[in-house]
């Protein structure tokens, strides 16, 4: 891959949101009858109403029994901290707060999972991993902001997280109905002795702005040499879709308009997120509600686990290996999409050679913006992109992965 695409890939991936994902907020029809393919389609009677609430009551996540050689570390935010739109506009807060699992011994990950403070404004949480190197910019960056963290869409916000964007730094992600979440024994996330964690935290301010303080939970053993090491590896898709025909009045049906608006909610990066992803999928501007994105696999790997995220216009993603050919193969369809039930997928091992292809589909209906309380306030259609907010869109497929010795 070259130095640039990396480069766009690295921006691309700043506003990914969810890792061996769980999911949040609304839930899509849960037995709907597909209207039609096309993003303008309007529903047909038979599809299922959405839930009356915007914020499911969600039972705490049981824990599994710690097995031979594990530990399980509690890390909880210092102070409470409140969230804000960080620009002023829209309705969500990206904050990442830096923790320390006081790692005695060069560890391997196991599990992960967390416990929302206030499960009313904790839309999601990701986790990433600080080596040792890069723990006292992450220390500098959190006293250079006021406050408790600094502001991270996507990301974890330090300098370089993606310069090899086909391991990424993820250690783990929740939503609410997500359960803890643990590997395969003998297999294991690199945590080497003095590294830190990020928790980044999506706060969705629809219901309004309150205070939370989260706390996180990993699981750990010794580091072994017996031990398999997983990587994450992530497959986002661009976004582009339309207005329907007759919904098309508001002057956010513009693309070059939706544009700006991102770039007025989440800075410059918003809107070269959007435009960067097709990039790295090679892939024109159409707009559409099917996207798409096939990945030549640099490196021969085992896939172990598998995982989609979408917004709440999602209706459908797959993730295939060699599509088109006769060793294709489908790891992952979830049809009809359901945004409450995101957790990572095990599988049975599938192996992947260099210069074989990944490819990941997503499609998404403008037709729920009509029945979902998250657009109470919303709508009106509007050109959607891949974008950070609750209410805007993304395709990312992922894969928990060995790669080849």
Not at 66 to 72: H, I, S, T, V, Y
Not at 137 to 151: N, P, S, V
Not at 369 to 374: G, N, Q
């Amino acid at each position: 891959m070259s130095r640039r695409r990396t480069t766009l890939l690295g921006a691309a991936l700043l506003a990914v949101v969810l890792s061996a994902c769980s999911g949040t907020d609304d839930r899509a029809p849960a037995a709907a009858t597909e209207p039609s393919a096309d993003a303008s389609a309007t529903p047909t009677e038979t599809a299922s109403p959405p839930p009356a609430a915007h914020h499911p009551d969600v039972a705490p996540a049981r824990l599994k029994p710690l097995r031979a050689g594990e530990k399980r570390i509690t890390m909880t935010m210092p102070e409470t901290y409140t969230p804000s739109a960080p620009t002023g506009t829209g309705t969500d807060d990206y904050r990442c707060f830096l923790l320390d699992p006081h790692l005695a011994r060069d560890s391997y990950l196991t599990g992960t999972n967390v416990v929302p403070g206030n499960p009313d404004v904790v839309h999601h949480v990701i986790l990433f991993r600080v080596p040792p190197e890069q723990v006292a910019a992450a220390e500098q960056k959190d006293a250079d902001t006021e406050g408790q963290g600094w502001t991270c869409f996507g990301g974890s916000g330090l300098e370089g997280e993606f310069t090899n964007p086909d391991d990424a730094p993820w250690l783990g992600a929740w939503a609410p109905g997500g359960e803890e979440t643990t590997v395969k024994a003998g297999y294991g996330v690199d945590l080497p002795r003095g590294s830190r964690i990020v928790m980044q935290v999506h706060y969705n301010l629809l219901a309004g702005a309150s205070p939370d303080m989260s706390s996180t939970q990993v699981r750990v053993t010794r580091r072994d040499p017996r031990t398999t090491a997983l990587h994450t590896f992530l497959m986002p898709a661009p976004v582009e879709m339309p207005c329907r025909p007759g919904r098309d009045a508001s002057p956010l049906c513009d693309r070059e308009a939706a544009l700006a608006d991102a770039r007025d909610r989440f800075g410059s990066a918003g809107g070269a997120l959007a435009q960067g992803l097709h990039f790295l999928c090679g892939s024109d501007v159409v707009p559409s509600g099917t996207t798409e994105c096939t990945r030549t696999l640099g490196r021969g790997m085992t896939v172990h686990g598998v995982a989609g995220h979408m917004h709440l216009l999602g209706r459908r993603i797959t993730i295939e290996t060699n599509p088109g050919t006769p060793e294709a193969r489908t790891v992952l369809d979830v049809r009809p999409w359901n945004f409450d039930d995101q957790g990572s997928r095990p599988i049975e091992p599938v192996h992947v050679d260099a210069f074989d292809t990944v490819k990941v589909t997503c499609r998404h209906a403008q037709w729920l913006r009509d029945r979902l309380p998250a657009f109470e306030t919303q709508r009106e259609d509007r050109y959607v992109l891949w974008g950070e907010g609750t209410t805007d869109e993304m395709c990312l497929g992922m894969l928990q992965v060995a790669f080849d010795r």
